[in-house]
């Protein structure tokens, strides 16, 4: 498929999670319109264009009806606000999925969930499980420009053992497909080599590089494929500089890098005019066991609208304009952490 140069150079984009939403399943059981809405007009003030929101396979199995729903109500909403979704349909990171795991609120222990989990996905003969919710997805949406694109599964690779499930649902997703573009959520820019024939948006993620001259180094080889093979690279997981270590697993790391600072990598991302999406619009304790565990926030928005970091604001946005700063944890989040240890 051949891409206009706004897939190349045009998206500024954020990962989109509700501030109090630890997975897909929470975006969906606890979605709020205004709250949607809401949050829309601060990603348009940022002159963000295009989010990337994890979609619940368990929620879907529970209720398509309202699934769809949902998807529809966030769709037209955010084409009010100039924003395009880049919907993720399956999730290789977190721990796997139970009710109690998936509706946990404990500040300390609430993550992300795996979907559709290792029962499937580490299960040549199961695989076929995941065509009836795909086949829905794509009946619906493989034409709709609301879209920006399809990702049909993030971070599948060899130690987890399930890119055998990923190149089976992407051949799926590919014999239904219409005109929305597909894509994969890679970590590394060499991992799409396992879905090159499928897909027509390549990525990488690099959350904590350790160095600038590394992070560069990496967006530079993905702007060089992408110059190369005539198809978008884009970064879809960025947040910050840590030059101590990554830290991930780590249960303690320097204070200060636990913290957001968007604009520790920003400048080489308008530099390169790379297609991009931080981690996240919303500030929020991390998405990953691995970065929970030391502590880690991430994100430029509070629900007030007022932003963890201006500098960030208006590095990401290109504006040079005066932002509410707040730079501290969420109020909500001090909350429920109080509740916490007053409870024990």
């Known amino acids: 498929m051949k891409l206009d140069r706004s897939y190349f150079e045009d998206i500024h984009g954020a990962v ?11 975006t969906f059981t606890m979605f709020d319109k205004t709250e949607f809405e809401r949050d829309l007009r601060y990603a348009e003030s940022a002159k963000i264009n295009a989010y990337r929101l994890f979609v619940s396979y368990h929620f879907y199995l529970e209720d398509s009806n309202r699934f769809f729903e949902i998807i529809e109500i966030m769709l037209q909403l955010a ?8 919907p993720v349909l399956f999730e290789d990171c977190g721990i ?29 003969e199961r695989f076929h499980e995941a065509e009836v919710y795909l086949s829905d997805f794509m009946e619906k949406y493989r034409d ?38 597909l894509t994969i959520g890679c970590i590394m820019p060499v991992h799409n080599l396992y879905f090159a024939d499928i897909i027509d948006i390549y990525q990488f993620h690099d959350n904590f590089p350790t160095s600038l001259e590394a992070f560069k180094g990496v967006v ?13 690279f884009w970064i879809t997981e960025w947040q910050r500089l840590r030059e101590n270590g990554a830290g991930w697993g780590q249960a303690d790391i320097p204070e ?19 297609g991009n999406f931080f981690w996240s619009l919303m500030v929020k304790p991390a998405y990953l066991p691995e970065q929970r565990i030391n502590g880690t926030f991430n994100g430029m928005f509070h629900e007030d609208g007022s932003v963890y970091s201006a500098e960030d ?10 932002v ?9 989040y001090q909350k429920d952490l109080d509740e916490i240890k007053s409870n024990n």
């Not at 989109?16 to 929470?26: E, K, L, T």
């Not at 208006?314 to 005066?322: A, C, F, N």
Request: hydrophobic letters at 35%; one cysteine or more; aromatic letters at 10%.
């Open 16 to 26: 989109y999670f509700p501030a109090r939403a630890y997975n897909a399943y929470q």
């Open 79 to 86: 084409s009010r606000h100039n924003v395009r979704i880049m």
């Open 96 to 124: 796997e999925f139970d009710k109690k795991t998936a509706n946990d609120r404990n500040p300390y222990t609430a993550v992300c969930v795996r979907y559709p989990g290792k029962e499937i996905d580490r299960n040549p």
């Open 144 to 181: 709709d420009q609301r879209l920006l694109a399809i990702e049909i599964m993030n971070e599948p690779h060899k130690e987890t053992g399930n890119v055998e499930f990923a190149r089976y649902i992407a051949e799926y997703v590919n014999k239904i497909r219409g005109s929305v573009p």
């Open 220 to 232: 530079t080889e993905a702007m060089h494929i992408q110059s190369v093979t005539g198809k978008p």
């Open 256 to 274: 200060e890098y636990k913290l957001p600072k968007l604009s520790s990598l920003a400048d080489i991302i308008n530099e390169a005019g790379i």
């Open 313 to 322: 604001f208006r590095k990401v946005s290109g504006q040079d304009i005066e």
């Open 324 to 332: 509410k700063e707040f730079s501290q944890l969420p109020k909500w």
